[in-house]
């Protein structure tokens, strides 16, 4: 089992920045990829970041590319999410999200949220005009 806690949630002004984090415990050497999803209420969940955890390969929505970046310190456990020039549009609940090697199946999409096994709480993002 994989415990996720997500923080650095809050307020920002359009065009400012953020940094959230995914505090990991638990098995973490069994993750085999570790995403970033996104959801405000009304709709689906969707994909933002993820990387792989063994090889550093990085996924990104198209909505985010060349704003977000996605790290992670395998020393500290935690991964992080680096939101830059943020949009009110980036406003949502973020969730941090793992997929272990029980679950990995071929097939695997990154960005897609049924492939992951392992969800933290959330944190909340909201940027205003």
């Known amino acids: 089992q994989v415990q996720l806690v997500e923080s650095g949630g809050g307020s920002v002004q359009a065009g400012g920045s953020l940094r959230l984090s995914c505090a990991s415990s638990?098995?973490?050497?069994?993750?085999?990829?570790m995403a970033w999803f996104r959801q405000t209420p009304g709709k689906e969940r969707e994909g933002v970041a993820a990387?792989?955890?063994?090889?550093?390969?990085?996924v990104y929505a198209d909505s985010v590319k060349g704003r977000f970046t996605i790290s992670q310190d395998k020393a500290k456990n935690t991964l992080y999410l680096q939101m830059n020039s943020l949009k009110i549009e980036d406003t949502a609940m973020y969730y941090c999200?793992?997929?272990?090697?029980?679950?990995?199946?071929?097939?695997?999409?990154?960005?897609?949220?049924?492939?992951?096994?392992?969800w933290g709480q959330g944190t909340q993002v909201t940027v205003s005009s």
């Open positions: 999200a793992a997929v272990t090697w029980m679950a990995y199946m071929t097939g695997f999409q990154a960005l897609r949220t049924e492939d992951y096994n392992h």
């Open positions: 638990g098995d973490t050497t069994s993750s085999v990829w």
């Open positions: 990387i792989s955890t063994g090889g550093g390969r990085t």
